[in-house]
Every structure is written in structure tokens, then in C-alpha cells.
């Protein structure tokens, strides 16, 4: 069964910076999409950022020119670069991918979440 094992949340004070990191793990041949959601208390999960055919991105309105999100194929591995961050940015970060796995067949999978507290 594929994973995504998720790290790098914690605590920062704003204005400050976060590398969160997804790795992929399992039988995996192809990776179509990876990303970046959060989601606040009693907030709806949204999209933060994309990654798609290891080139493509798109990012929220709220992150753009202060998130970064890159991969690394060879080792399934997906990170999104958080700087300036602000209280705003306080949510679970949750990766998600559409990749193949052993079924050869392209399906979702989501991450754990990981926590990111920015204190003003």
C-alpha cells in the first residue's frame, strides 16, 4: 500500500519560514500530481499548491510569491518551501497525490496532516 509520510510542521513565529516534506512510499510507477492542502478549525480544506507533470504549479492567492512547491522524482518526494508566514497560515497541512501503483491504475492518496502553528 502506497504512504505519503508527511514532516517538518511545528511552531514558528511570523514572519518566519517552514519546509514541510511528503514522501511517497510503497510500489509506485508514475506520479501525475502532487499537492499541497491545509485546512483551519472549521474551515473548509483548500488548495495551497500544485504540482503537476513535474513542471506545472499553481498556488493559492493567499501564498503566491511566499510558498514554493518542488518535487524530486527520484525520490518520490514532494516539499513545499513556506516563507514569511503569518497567523493566517495556522492550519494541518495535508499532501495529496494521483500516482500509479502496483494496481497500474492512477489513484488518490492523502497524507496524515501535519501541524503548522505560526505565533504572531
Known amino acids: 500500500q502506497v504512504q505519503l509520510v508527511e514532516s517538518g510542521g511545528g511552531l514558528v513565529q511570523a514572519g518566519g519560514s517552514l519546509r514541510l516534506s511528503c514522501a511517497a512510499s510503497?510500489?509506485?510507477?508514475?506520479?501525475?500530481?502532487m499537492a499541497w492542502f491545509r485546512q483551519a478549525p472549521w474551515k473548509q480544506r483548500e488548495l495551497v499548491a500544485e504540482?503537476?507533470?513535474?513542471?506545472?504549479?499553481k498556488y493559492a492567492d493567499s501564498v503566491k510569491g511566499r510558498f514554493t512547491i518542488s518535487g524530486d522524482n527520484a525520490k518520490n518526494t514532494v516539499y513545499l518551501q513556506m516563507n514569511t508566514l503569518n497567523a493566517e497560515d495556522t492550519a494541518v497541512y495535508y499532501c495529496?497525490?494521483?500516482?500509479?501503483?502496483?494496481?497500474?491504475?492512477?489513484?488518490?492518496?492523502w497524507g496524515q496532516g501535519t501541524q503548522v502553528t505560526v505565533s504572531s
Open positions: 495529496y497525490s494521483v500516482l500509479k501503483d502496483d494496481s497500474s491504475r492512477f489513484r488518490d492518496f
Open positions: 504540482l503537476s507533470g513535474g513542471a506545472s504549479t
Open positions: 510503497g510500489s509506485i510507477f508514475g506520479i501525475r500530481t
